[in-house]
């Protein structure tokens, strides 16, 4: 099961399969609707999205920030 309620998770060979598609020019509207994944999905798996890029360049950290000491 997906971590968001309502969010797919897809899998590897199904990412391959959308972006090999969309290297041989098919458009992401037409790969959209073809395999009924989001224009958002497919741009992500394709590297269209630059906040994607950054997100895997440097991560964000996890759990609450540290508060830092007073003086």
Same mark, same amino acid.
């Given at each position: 099961? =997906? ?6 998770? /897809? *899998?590897?060979?199904?990412?391959? $399969? ?5 290297? &041989?020019?098919? =458009? ?6 073809? /395999? *009924?994944?989001?224009?958002?999905? $497919? ?5 269209? &999205? ?22």
């Amino acid at each position: 099961m =997906s971590g968001k309620k309502g969010m797919l998770r /897809y *899998g590897q060979e199904m990412k391959e $399969i959308v972006v090999q598609g969309y290297r &041989r020019g098919i =458009s992401i509207r037409e790969l959209s609707r073809q /395999y *009924g994944i989001s224009r958002y999905a $497919i741009q992500s798996w394709c590297g269209l &999205r630059k906040e994607v890029e950054l997100r895997h360049a440097a991560p964000l950290p996890k759990g609450r920030p540290t508060e830092k000491s007073k003086t």
